[in-house]
């Protein structure tokens, strides 16, 4: 019943900056967490940031200072920019939400973007 659609994704160099987005639709009423997280071959899921209802946001030590995360509730959307990038944060990029609410009741499914590709390489 929660579609996260992202956008954002691509190739650039070291230094640089990506945007990326994601917007979630559905019946829901409000989102409940929403966050980002990384994976590459052979490495774990990791963290990069999570930003929950109230506007607190936690980042992954690794992009802590590079990656800024936001969310505009209006839109049903988080944003994770970063900046400063490097070939370490080549990685599949998830867009997720832990939880939503509906006019009566609250599901605490977790839900999934389709991935965006980050390839940072000069």
């Known amino acids: 019943q929660v579609q996260l659609v992202e956008s954002g994704g691509g190739l650039v160099q070291p230094g640089g900056s990506l945007r990326l987005s994601c917007a979630a639709s559905?019946?829901?009423?409000?989102?409940?967490?929403m966050g980002w997280y990384r994976q590459t071959p052979g490495t774990q899921c990791e963290l990069v940031a999570h930003?929950?209802?109230?506007?607190?946001?936690v980042y992954g030590d690794s992009v802590k200072g590079r990656f800024t995360i936001s969310r505009d509730d209006a839109k049903n959307a988080v944003v994770l920019q970063m900046n400063s990038l490097k070939t370490d944060d080549t990685a599949v990029y998830f867009c997720?939400?832990?939880?939503?609410?509906?006019?009566?009741?609250?599901?605490?499914?977790?839900?999934w973007g389709q991935g965006s590709q980050v390839t940072v390489s000069s």
């Open positions: 559905g019946s829901f009423v409000r989102l409940n967490g």
């Open positions: 997720s939400v832990d939880g939503v609410w509906y006019d009566g009741t609250v599901d605490n499914s977790h839900y």
């Open positions: 930003v929950s209802r109230g506007g607190g946001s």
